[in-house]
């Protein structure tokens, strides 16, 4: 009796371990977003054209809130807590649309159709991650960006960019503010190439 009683509280005390009920707090999640940096005006008079941005695309393995870290070419960790506020693709969608909206080159920037826009920007994500390579961090970045008008196949511009950015701290706040400076660098080269070929 004294034994099945003993078996019975052992396995009420795991219950409450297991479910964080003796008092113990649960770490609240934390949200990161990539943001639009300042950057050089490219035209000083808006073109009487609508742009549409196109929701991105993105690799399959980073189609997820979580943040990515790898330490090395063969892993793929995921941050538990640490969190995008909306998802990666998304995200970026957002801000290149806050970046052509700064550039001044078309006259109307749209995320959602409204009436049939004259070009359209696309792109796709390939890796948006925080690389740890021993006592060195990085942010990685990889974007295919698309540009061209509307109806048609071939595009007017189009890059790949890829690069890294050191990170100040093995976390997810500065892997963040990296990738926005990596991102802003990418946006500023694709605004003034956009610009040349409208």
């Known amino acids: 009796m004294k034994a ?20 113990g ?3 609240p999640s934390r949200y990161y977003t990539v943001s639009a940096e300042s950057i050089s005006l490219v035209s000083s008079a808006a073109i009487d054209a609508r742009i549409q941005v196109r929701k991105f695309t993105i690799d399959p393995s980073y189609q ?3 943040i990515v870290y790898r330490e090395s070419a063969y892993d793929f960790k995921f941050y538990d807590l640490d ?3 909306t998802r990666p693709e998304q995200m970026l969608t ?43 961090q990085y942010a990685h970045l990889a ?29 997810a706040h500065s892997a963040a503010e990296s990738i926005s400076k990596l991102y802003g660098k990418f946006m500023q080269d694709a605004l003034e190439n956009i610009a040349r070929v409208k």
């Open 64 to 66: 997820r809130s979580n």
């Open 94 to 136: 957002q801000v290149a649309s806050e970046y052509l909206i700064k550039s001044n080159i078309f006259k109307s920037v749209d995320l959602k159709p409204m009436g049939k826009p004259d070009y359209e920007l696309l792109g796709n994500v390939n890796a948006i991650e925080e690389i740890d390579e021993g006592s060195s």
């Open 25 to 27: 707090s649960t770490e």
């Open 143 to 171: 974007v295919q960006l698309t540009f061209r008008k509307v109806g048609e196949e071939s595009p007017l511009w189009e890059k790949r960019y890829d690069e890294r950015a050191s990170m100040n701290k093995r976390n």
């Open 83 to 85: 969190l995008w506020a």
């Open 4 to 23: 099945n009683r003993f078996l019975a509280v052992a396995a009420l005390l795991s219950a409450f371990t297991l479910t964080g009920c003796l008092g």
